[in-house]
């Protein structure tokens, strides 16, 4: 693996430190949000705090990752003009590791309110997915698909193409679930439906 930037950015933080180390072990530079910084750094990882690249960060930490430096590292293309304007100050991303804050399991919880439902509802998670698979970098969103990555990226990323899009896929329709939840509670049912995933085509 050639040097390399990732995105890493959990609340569930199972696994964090092994797939962190391997990527740093292999030449990659691996920037975080707050907490996940501070887990990787207390393990004795190489991480990089995205408010060093974005400025101080406002609102608590809030809207950290919601800077047009993280997405314009995320949605360059691979063309000089591009390429020079990122220049030295906004690195390439190469990959995100995203899961969202668990907002079914605090609409499920009883005693859940209109504010501590807000509290949960995830924005920049949701966003980072989504800029992801647009500019075509790996978007994970599933700790299962970790393997793939690993061996296309040990592999020679041949077929990487089909991996990325695959990713994509599964990445909005994480993200539709998780807003067709929101807007389910929010609307008081008014607004309802589901995403499903197809097991099998039947001829």
Same mark, same amino acid.
């Given at each position: 693996?050639?040097?390399? +930037?990732?995105?890493?950015?959990?609340?569930?933080?199972?696994?964090?430190?092994?797939?962190?180390?391997?990527?740093? /072990?292999?030449?990659?530079?691996?920037?975080? @949000?707050?907490?996940?910084?501070?887990?990787?750094? +207390?393990?004795?990882? #190489?991480?990089?705090?995205?408010?060093?690249?974005?400025?101080?960060?406002?609102?608590?930490?809030?809207?950290?990752?919601? #800077?047009?430096?993280?997405?314009?590292? =995320? !949605?360059?293309?691979? @063309?000089?003009?591009?390429?020079?304007?990122?220049?030295?100050?906004?690195?390439?991303?190469? !990959?995100?590791?995203?899961?969202?804050?668990?907002?079914?399991?605090?609409?499920?919880?009883?005693? &859940? @309110?209109?504010?501590?439902?807000?509290?949960?509802?995830?924005?920049?998670?949701?966003? =980072? !997915?989504?800029?992801?698979?647009?500019?075509?970098?790996?978007?994970?969103?599933?700790? /299962?698909?970790?393997?793939?990555?690993?061996?296309? =990226?040990?592999?020679?990323?041949?077929?990487?193409?089909? =991996?990325?899009?695959?990713?994509?896929?599964?990445?909005?329709?994480?993200?539709?679930?998780?807003?067709?939840?929101?807007?389910?509670?929010?609307?008081?049912?008014?607004?309802?439906?589901?995403?499903?995933?197809?097991?099998?085509? !039947? &001829?």
């Amino acid at each position: 693996m050639n040097k390399r +930037n990732a995105l890493f950015t959990l609340f569930n933080k199972n696994g964090l430190e092994e797939r962190a180390r391997e990527l740093v /072990n292999n030449g990659w530079t691996i920037f975080s @949000t707050r907490g996940t910084f501070q887990a990787l750094r +207390n393990a004795g990882i #190489s991480v990089i705090d995205i408010a060093e690249m974005v400025g101080h960060p406002i609102l608590g930490h809030r809207v950290v990752s919601l #800077s047009r430096e993280i997405y314009a590292g =995320l !949605l360059a293309t691979d @063309t000089p003009e591009d390429l020079t304007e990122l220049g030295d100050r906004i690195p390439w991303i190469d !990959l995100v590791w995203v899961d969202m804050y668990p907002l079914t399991a605090e609409i499920a919880k009883a005693g &859940s @309110t209109l504010e501590s439902v807000i509290e949960s509802t995830d924005i920049g998670g949701p966003t =980072l !997915l989504r800029a992801a698979a647009k500019g075509q970098r790996y978007a994970i969103c599933d700790p /299962n698909d970790w393997e793939a990555v690993l061996d296309c =990226l040990r592999g020679g990323e041949a077929n990487r193409k089909e =991996l990325v899009e695959r990713l994509a896929g599964k990445a909005e329709a994480v993200v539709a679930a998780y807003a067709l939840a929101s807007a389910r509670y929010r609307s008081g049912g008014v607004y309802d439906g589901f995403i499903g995933e197809m097991v099998r085509k !039947l &001829s």
